[in-house]
């Protein structure tokens, strides 16, 4: 399932997605600082982090920032971006920097990228062995029973004179979104596949990998987690002191 190295850090991605503007991670660094005593200073590892928006605020809060991405592309646009954090091109199945990191953030669906589940449970151990004792990891998702039953099969966007074709579709457990864009006379396919995880698999995983649950919401706006109406379900966990 490697769809991800060839769709992300394109122009095309970055022109789609364009509505995850900077307010949005404003409000989610302004939450996890409001819940978390992450003084000035405290090592944050941002899972995922694509171009670094949600690292700039972290970054801009004083702490000492580290995102990590399987893109090189996006890597680059980090690091041109946001000076004052670190960025290094890694696999988050793989360990990184073990005993090292008092948070760390996996937000806006970055997990159920892999075919095989067990690679979504070697993230959460990874993430586990990265974590300082105590230290906290958030983890922000899909609400995948609400994805399944208000599922829009067929799409068009168009943004600065590029249509995007969207189809949408459930395939053995996996989410699945064709992308096809026109842009003048050329024409690209890209392809998502997302595993269809559900609270309860993400909670058991956290769990089997050894972490304490500490609270399940929707979003940013850390209103409880309702399976029948949220949108997000947002995993907030801690690593066990000793």
């Not at 409000?27 to 928006?53: E, K």
């Not at 690091?79 to 091109?89: G, K, L, Q």
């Amino acid at each position: 399932m490697g769809w991800f190295k060839h769709w992300f850090g394109t122009r095309y991605y970055s022109l789609l997605y364009g509505h995850r503007d900077v307010e949005d991670a404003r409000q989610w660094v302004d939450a996890i600082l409001g819940r978390w005593d992450l003084p000035p200073g405290s090592s944050l590892l941002d899972l995922a982090c694509g171009r670094g928006r949600h690292a700039a605020f972290f970054a801009e809060a004083g702490l000492k920032v580290t995102g990590v991405d399987i893109s090189e592309a996006s890597i680059d646009e980090a690091r041109i971006s946001v000076p004052d954090a670190e960025f290094v091109v890694h696999d988050m199945r793989e360990p990184f920097r073990p005993g090292s990191f008092d948070a760390v953030c996996c937000l806006f669906t970055s997990l159920g990228y892999f075919e095989d589940i067990a690679d979504d449970r070697a993230v959460f151990q990874a993430v586990l062995d990265a974590l300082k004792p105590g230290g906290r990891f958030v983890l922000d998702f899909m609400n995948t029973g609400a994805v399944l039953r208000d599922l829009v099969t067929e799409e068009r966007v168009h943004k600065e004179g590029v249509e995007f074709a969207i189809e949408r579709s459930c395939d053995r457990g996996v989410l699945v979104k064709c992308i096809t864009v026109r842009d003048g006379t050329d024409s690209h396919r890209f392809e998502e596949r997302v595993q269809a995880l559900t609270p309860e698999q993400l909670e058991t995983m956290a769990l089997e990998a050894g972490f304490e649950v500490e609270d399940r919401t929707d979003g940013p706006a850390l209103v409880p987690f309702d399976p029948a109406r949220s949108q997000r379900f947002v995993l907030w966990m801690r690593k066990p002191r000793s």
